[in-house]
Each structure stands twice: as C-alpha cells, then as structure tokens.
C-alpha cells in the first residue's frame, strides 16, 4: 500500500494495482488473469470487462451494455479502427509512434481529437463527441484517476514515469521508473516493460531495414541470461491485412526478417519463447526463438 497525499494505492501480491482511494473513497478496483492483464475495473460509473488477442492489444471492452461495447481492429500495434455495440465504424489517425491523435466516422467527421504532450498526457479537444481511451501504445486512460494502464504496469502522464519499478529489472533500462529510456519521441513501451525503437527504412513507415527492433527485444533477453545454449531466430511475415499488405511492404520486411535470422544465430538464450514487431502497421513479423542445449538437445 502506497499513499500520495489524499490518494492510497494498494497493491496485490503480484504487485498489481487492485484498488485507489481518495480521501477513504474508492475511485477504482482491478481485476487482472493469470498473464497480468487487467480484464475487470469497476468504478463509480460501474463495471467494464476488457478483452484481449494473442499479441497482447486491447481487442474489447464492454462497460456493462452490449449497446456501449466496444472492438477494435489492430494492424500490429496500431489500433486502425473500432466499432461498437450500435454498428458504428470509426477510423484511428495515428501519429509515428502509433499514439490515436484523430478518429473519424464512416462520413470521416472528425468525432475525437487531442494534443499531447511529449510524455503523452492528452489535452482532448472539447469538441469531441467520442470517448477514446486509447493513448501510447498499449496504454489505456483511466478517466477515474488520469493514469494510464500500461499492461505489467502503471504510468503516470503528468510526470512522465511509471507507479513501479519495471519487473524486469535492469534489463528494461538503467533507471527502471522511466518512459522508453526518457525519450518518447523515437521510443515507445506497449507492454509497460522495455523500450522499443520507432523503425525506419526503404520509404515505409514502421520498418527498420537492419531489424534493430528485433535487436533491441533480442538484446533485453539476452542480458538475463543465466546459462549458455545455442539459439536461433525463425522469422516470418504472415499477412494479416489483406490488400493493405502490399508486396512490397512484404518483401521488404521478408528481407528485414532475413537479415535478423541471419544475424542472430547467437548464444545466450535461457528460453524458448516469441515476439513480433509491427512494420508499417499493417503486417507484423513473428519470430521464434529456438534453443538447444548442448548436452541435453534441444531445450
């Protein structure tokens, strides 16, 4: 339990946030599932249930009412569109980073805007019709207590650093309360844990044409190793946005894919696991990491 001023915090056993209060009164309670993802909030406005996919995105939330429901559509980690429970469609603007700046309707009226500021506090325009709680990749605005849920933890817009420590130690950065290495204009972190770079190459947006994104995941593992194996990375580029996806998004991404494959036939893996960077937003590349032990085949 942690108090700031007229707010208390409380945390579970797993260091999650479960419950804020303000002067004795609760703004908000949370429920997480077994990968830490919060799934439950309810507040003085009621109950929301949230939903995710297989990459970890925010895939619905349901605030009580099937008419207030709402999808969204991502492509890799850019939320491209959302509809709800009344069948209408909106469309995200989103900037280099991935961070909503605009959502439109189907007409393309401008129904949600907002300025931001470099740490991501949003000033939303007045103007807007539309409630969109979506803000740097992977956080969501809790309108209760103006914090963002960032998956592993919390953070704080108005000073730029998270509630907690990171849990992954050093291995997220040298100072492990920070924002994306304090830099969040080249730097985001969708899952509250480590930095990734905003990839750039060959004229399209979102690709890194050295892999440095997968580079920097790849970097963050390897720096918790604990035994020695031998380690290779298998990429591919599945598509997933149909004609958006064009051939030459995916050969050149094919190609970034390649030269990491290549690159990182390296040691110093302690497990087997997967990840996947978004190129251009719209495709995302999916690699496995596979290790062999020496004495005991493969792990």
Known sequence: MIAAGARTLIYNQDNR??????????????????FGQRVKKTTAAGVTVFLY??????????????????????????????????????????????????????????????????????????????????????????????????????????????LTPDPIGLAGGINRFVYADNDPINKSDPEGLYPLPIPFGKGIPGLDREGRAFESVVTRIITMTFKYMDCVIECSVPVVAGEAATQQMQKAAMKAAKKAEKKWAIKGIPVVGGFSTAVSGYQTIKCFVKCYDPEKGCD
């Open 53 to 162: 996919d297989f990459d970890g995105n925010l895939a619905a939330e349901n605030p009580g009412s099937p008419a207030l429901a709402v999808e969204y559509l991502y492509f890799g980690r850019n939320c491209l569109a959302r509809t709800d429970g009344g069948g209408n469609v909106y469309f995200y603007y989103n900037d280099g980073l991935g961070t909503p700046k605009m959502v439109v309707d189907e007409n393309n009226v401008v129904v949600w805007a907002a300025d931001h500021e470099p740490f991501g506090k949003a000033e939303v325009n007045v103007n807007s019709t539309l409630t969109n709680n979506l803000r740097f990749p992977g956080q969501y605005y809790d309108q209760e207590t103006g914090m963002h849920y960032n998956w592993h933890r919390y953070y704080d817009p108005d000073t730029g650093r998270y």
């Open 17 to 34: 946030l479960s419950r804020v209060l303000e002067n004795g009164e609760v703004l908000g309670e949370y429920v997480y599932n077994a």
